[in-house]
C-alpha cells in the first residue's frame, strides 16, 4: 500500500512578544485609543528607543539587529527595518549599513538622481547649455568642466564626430593642468572666457625659453605649475575636441533624434551583446557602461542599473512621443529639461543576488504579511507614523462621495485614515523581538512630540524607553563597528583585554589611534622642541639654503613673513597656494598688478620732470 500523506505543515508561528499580544487584543476590540486596556509585562522581547534625530535613532536601530544577528544567532533574512516612510531615513541607512558591514536591501530602490555615474552624466549635458537667453554659447562652468574631464564613467578616447581622425584625448593628468590654468586665468563660465585664457596662455613662451618671465619679481611670473607655450597649445587643442564631441543637434528636434544622439554618447553594453547582436562599432561613444563595469563587481552593479533605468526613461519619451502621434520638435534645454525630471522622480533597483543574504529595508506598508523574528520600526513621531493626512483640494471628500453615490466611480477617501492598521500590521511581524524608536528632534533642532502610538505602547506595556543623547557611549560589547568600538575604548580605558584583542586582530588602527592620541597630547602640553608644535630647528640647513643673503625679497614676502611665520611657511617653502573659487572682478593681486602698471607709467612719462611733484 502507498505510505501515508505526510502530515500537514504545523500552523505558522503567532507572534508572541507582549506589545503583538496586546495590540492584536486591543486592535480586535477597536480600542487601540481607550485607556481602558490593561496593562502587560514584559520580558525583554520588546524595547523602545528615544534617539537625539533621524541619524541616531538609524544607528541604534541597525546596532539592535546587529546584535540579533551575532548575539541571538538570527539570519540577516530573519529581520528587517521599517518605517512609515524610509525615504527620510534612506542617506543614513546606507551610511551605517555600510559602516557596520551590513548588507541591506532597500524595496524603494535608490533614487536614480544620487548615481554617481547618473549625476556625472547630466552634468555633462549642462555643460553645454546656453550661457544666457542672449548667449547661445555653452555655458561651460569651471567647476563642471573639469568634473567631467576627471570623471571615471568616460572614456575621452572617443572622437570628436564621425570622420574625425584624432581622438579627444584627455589624459589623467590633463584635468590638473586644465584646472590651474583655470584658475590662473580666473575662468568662471563661458565658452569666451575658455578660450581667452587658453589662446592667451599658449601664445606666450613655455619654461626655459627666451622671455619665460623667470626674471619677473613674484608679482608679475606665471607659476610654474601653469601651462604655457606649447603644453598650453596642446591643452587647447584637446579642449577643442571635446566641445566638439558634446555639441548637441542643433536647432529643435524631435525626441527620438536626441535620444538617439544621447544613447550614442553612453554606448552600448558590452555584456548585452551576443555572436548574433555583436557589440556596434561606436567610435564616437564615451562607452559608459563598459567603463563602469570594469571598475568592480559592487560598483558595476550600482551604476550599470542605473544606466539600464536610464534607457528605460529615454524609451519612455520616445514612446511617449510616438504614442500622442505628436509631430512636435524641442530645443536641446528643453529636452535636458524633460530628462532631469524625469530622472528626479524615478528610483531605480540593484540586482538581487539570491545567494547573498540581506536585511530587509522597507515601508510598513509593502512588508504587509512577511513574518520576521525581529523586526526594528523607526520613526514613531507626531506627523510621521501615523502620517500627516489632508483633503485633496482638487478633488474634496464630498465630490469622491458624489462621484461614488451618483455614478457609481468609487474612489479613496484621503482623510479616512488606515494608519491604525497599519501600525497594528507593523507590530506584529516581530515573532520574537521588536524595536520601536523615534526621534526627539526635528531636522531644524525643534523638539518633536511622540507619535500617539508610542504613547499608548507606554500604556499597553510595562517598559521604560531608553533615552539616547548626542554624547550618549556606547559600551565597548555594544559596538557595532571599528569606529564605534576604537571611541568607547576612549572612554572606557580600563578594559585591558580587550584592547589587547585589538591589538593582535588589528594592529594598524591600534597604532594609528595611539600616534594620534600622542601627538594631541605633545600639542597640548607645548612640550620645547616639539616638531607638533611648530619647531623647525631641523630645517635650519634647507631655510639658510633657500633664503641666502643673496635672496630678493619683495614687499609682499617681507608683509607674509611680519603678518604670520607660519603663512609664509606654507606659501614660500612648501609651495602651497589657497584654492580660491574664481569670481566676477578683479582679485587683490590683479587690482594690485594695475595700480602699480598705472603707477610706472605715469612716473616714467617724459612729461613728469619731478617724480616727488604730485601737481
Not at 284 to 300: C, Q
Request: net charge negative.
Amino acid at each position: 500500500p502507498p505510505p501515508p500523506p505526510p502530515p500537514p505543515p504545523p500552523p505558522t508561528a503567532t507572534p508572541t512578544h507582549p506589545l503583538s499580544s496586546a495590540a492584536s487584543d486591543v486592535y480586535k476590540r477597536q480600542s487601540l485609543f481607550r485607556g481602558d486596556a490593561a496593562k502587560v509585562g514584559n520580558d525583554g522581547a520588546l524595547e523602545l528607543v528615544e534617539a537625539p534625530d533621524r541619524a541616531a535613532e538609524v544607528r541604534a536601530a541597525l546596532r539592535w539587529l546587529k546584535a540579533r544577528v551575532v548575539e541571538d544567532e538570527m539570519q540577516l533574512g530573519d529581520v528587517a527595518l521599517l518605517a512609515r516612510s524610509v525615504a527620510p531615513y534612506r542617506p543614513f541607512i546606507l551610511q551605517t549599513a555600510g559602516e557596520f558591514a551590513m548588507p541591506v536591501r532597500l524595496v524603494d530602490g535608490l533614487p536614480l538622481r544620487s548615481n554617481p555615474a547618473i549625476t556625472a552624466l547630466l552634468d555633462l549635458l549642462r555643460l553645454v547649455l546656453p550661457a544666457a537667453e542672449t548667449d547661445p554659447g555653452p555655458a561651460l562652468p569651471r567647476r563642471m568642466v573639469i568634473e567631467a574631464w576627471r570623471s571615471p564613467s568616460f572614456d575621452w578616447s572617443a572622437l570628436p564626430p564621425a570622420g574625425a581622425t584624432e581622438p579627444v584625448g584627455i589624459r589623467a593628468k590633463d584635468a590638473d593642468l586644465l584646472d590651474t590654468a583655470a584658475r590662473w586665468g580666473r575662468v568662471i563660465s563661458g565658452l569666451g572666457q575658455w578660450d581667452k585664457v587658453l589662446n592667451a596662455l599658449a601664445a606666450l613662451p613655455g619654461p626655459d625659453e627666451p622671455g619665460d618671465g623667470r626674471d619677473q619679481d613674484d608679482e608679475r611670473r606665471i607659476p610654474a605649475a601653469v601651462p604655457r607655450g606649447l603644453a598650453a597649445n596642446s591643452l587647447r587643442a584637446r579642449f577643442r575636441r571635446f566641445l566638439q564631441r558634446l555639441a548637441p543637434p542643433e536647432g529643435e528636434r524631435s525626441y527620438r533624434e536626441f535620444v538617439g544622439w544621447l544613447e550614442t554618447l553612453v554606448g552600448a553594453d558590452p555584456a548585452a551583446t551576443s555572436a548574433r547582436y555583436p557589440l556596434p562599432d561606436e567610435p564616437t561613444s564615451l562607452k559608459m557602461v563598459e567603463r563602469v563595469r570594469a571598475a568592480g563587481d559592487e560598483i558595476a552593479d550600482r551604476d550599470v542599473a542605473a544606466l539600464l533605468a536610464l534607457k528605460d526613461i529615454l524609451r519612455g519619451l520616445v514612446w511617449a512621443e510616438q504614442a500622442l502621434d505628436a509631430d512636435q520638435t524641442v530645443t536641446y534645454p528643453r529636452f535636458c529639461e524633460e530628462l532631469a525630471g524625469a530622472v528626479d522622480a524615478v528610483t531605480y533597483q540593484l540586482p538581487h543576488h539570491p545567494e547573498r543574504e540581506e536585511i530587509l529595508v522597507a515601508d510598513v506598508i509593502q512588508a504587509r504579511g512577511v513574518a520576521f523574528r525581529a523586526v526594528a520600526v523607526l520613526g514613531l513621531a507626531e506627523g510621521e507614523f501615523p502620517a500627516a493626512i489632508g483633503e485633496d483640494p482638487f478633488l474634496r471628500d464630498a465630490d469622491r462621495r458624489r462621484l461614488d453615490g451618483e455614478f457609481g466611480l468609487r474612489l479613496d477617501i484621503p482623510t479616512e485614515s488606515a494608519e491604525a492598521e497599519f501600525f497594528y500590521e507593523t507590530v506584529t511581524r516581530a515573532r520574537e523581538r521588536l524595536l520601536l524608536t523615534r526621534p526627539r528632534l526635528a531636522e531644524n533642532g525643534a523638539p518633536w512630540q511622540a507619535s500617539p502610538y508610542w504613547e499608548q505602547v507606554r500604556r499597553l506595556v510595562r517598559i521604560k524607553p531608553q533615552s539616547l543623547t548626542s554624547e550618549s557611549p556606547v559600551p565597548p560589547e555594544e559596538a557595532a563597528s571599528w569606529p564605534e568600538l576604537l571611541e568607547s575604548l576612549a572612554r572606557h580605558p580600563g578594559d585591558a583585554p580587550l584592547r589587547d584583542w585589538v591589538r593582535q586582530s588589528q594592529p594598524g588602527r591600534q597604532e594609528a589611534l595611539e600616534s594620534a592620541v600622542q601627538v594631541l597630547h605633545l600639542r597640548q602640553s607645548r612640550a620645547a622642541g616639539s616638531p607638533y608644535d611648530g619647531d623647525l630647528i631641523g630645517l635650519a640647513g634647507e631655510f639658510a639654503h633657500r633664503f641666502a643673503a643673496d635672496q630678493p625679497w619683495s614687499a609682499s614676502r617681507l608683509e607674509s613673513y611680519r603678518a604670520c611665520p607660519f603663512f609664509f611657511f606654507a606659501g614660500n617653502v612648501l609651495n602651497l597656494e589657497p584654492r580660491e573659487e574664481p569670481a566676477e572682478g578683479l582679485d587683490a593681486r590683479q587690482l594690485g598688478n594695475t595700480y602699480h602698471l598705472i603707477l610706472e607709467k605715469v612716473y616714467q612719462a617724459p612729461s613728469v620732470s619731478d617724480p616727488t611733484d604730485l601737481d
